[in-house]
């Protein structure tokens, strides 16, 4: 599966972003989507996945309350809107196909190239 991050950019503390994930090439559906994010010098991180049909969601602590994941099957799209958004939220965010492990998220090695947020203070 092939996925295409969108809608990363700069945005004052306290602003608003959504992120959308286009995917092609296999059934989208099927897949548990997760996204993560990569600041400089940090290791990569989930913030938030969801199940392939939608109905379940899981957010890292750090952003429960502020973001969302959400899912259009139908146009083979994960969005992850972000409300409150602080300088710490500053990172390449990049979207993943998984599945679940039980209530665990597990990445497949399929990812995005990317989107690059930054939020100024």
């Known amino acids: 599966v092939q996925l295409v991050e969108s809608g990363g950019g700069l945005v004052q503390a306290g602003g608003s972003l959504r992120l959308s994930c286009v995917a092609s090439?296999?059934?989208?559906?099927?897949?548990?989507m997760g996204w993560y994010r990569q600041a400089p010098g940090k290791q990569r991180e989930l913030v938030a996945s969801i199940t392939s049909g939608g109905g379940g969601t899981n957010y890292a602590d750090s952003v429960k309350g502020r973001f969302t994941i959400f899912r259009d099957n139908a146009r083979n799209t994960v969005y992850l809107r972000m409300k409150g958004l602080k300088p710490e939220d500053t990172a390449v965010y990049y979207c993943?196909?998984?599945?679940?492990?039980?209530?665990?998220?597990?990445?497949?090695?399929?990812w995005g190239q990317g989107t690059q947020v930054t939020v100024s203070s």
């Open positions: 993943n196909a998984g599945y679940y492990n039980r209530t665990y998220y597990v990445p497949l090695d399929y």
């Open positions: 090439g296999s059934t989208f559906s099927v897949y548990a």
